[in-house]
């Protein structure tokens, strides 16, 4: 089965690596799928070209991932791509509530698409794009959050 797993990633953490890493290993192929919003270019820490080369080099390893950037609905993208599942990680249950929802919406759009969901390892469970960001931002250790392909890019934003 071949599964696309879509975020922002801005930026790449262990918990999204971790999704990915166990997903690999469930599903002859992944797709990362890192969201272009032009509405939010201005939001972003990372451009969607800097967020695909992390997610590359960080993944590098595992010969059945792969990574695009997409913009638009992420159901036209699954359809261009041939995948027939969503693979989503969960960290809280309000992250459930939220999945839930796009789930049903995309299954709308898409009827048989299906959502499946990775529940965090608990070591990750409190580490958000979000919040690396901020810490980074103001010199913290984010070392042990974030894969080295972040931490580098990180450090070069950051000036650290």
């Known amino acids: ?6 975020g922002s990633f801005d930026p790449l953490t262990n918990g999204h690596l971790d999704v990915i890493q166990r997903a690999s290993r469930l599903f002859q ?16 820490l990372f451009s969607a070209e800097e967020r695909l080369a992390i997610v590359r080099e960080a993944t590098q390893h595992l ?6 950037t997409f913009s638009g609905l992420l159901v036209d993208f699954v359809k261009r791509v041939g995948a027939q599942a969503i693979v989503k990680g969960l960290r809280a249950v309000s992250d459930y509530e939220y999945e839930l929802q796009m789930a049903h919406l995309n299954r709308q759009l898409l009827p048989g698409l299906e959502t499946l969901f990775i529940l965090s390892a608990t070591r990750y469970s409190f580490v958000s794009s979000t919040m690396v960001k901020e810490i980074a931002r103001y010199g913290g250790d984010v070392s042990k959050l974030v894969p080295p392909a972040t931490l ?5 934003k950051f000036g650290r």
């Open 1 to 6: 089965m071949h599964v696309v797993y879509p």
């Open 29 to 44: 192929k992944v797709t990362v799928a890192i969201l272009e919003n032009p509405n939010k270019r201005g939001q972003y």
């Open 63 to 68: 010969p059945n991932v792969e990574a695009h």
């Open 152 to 156: 580098r890019a990180l450090k070069a």
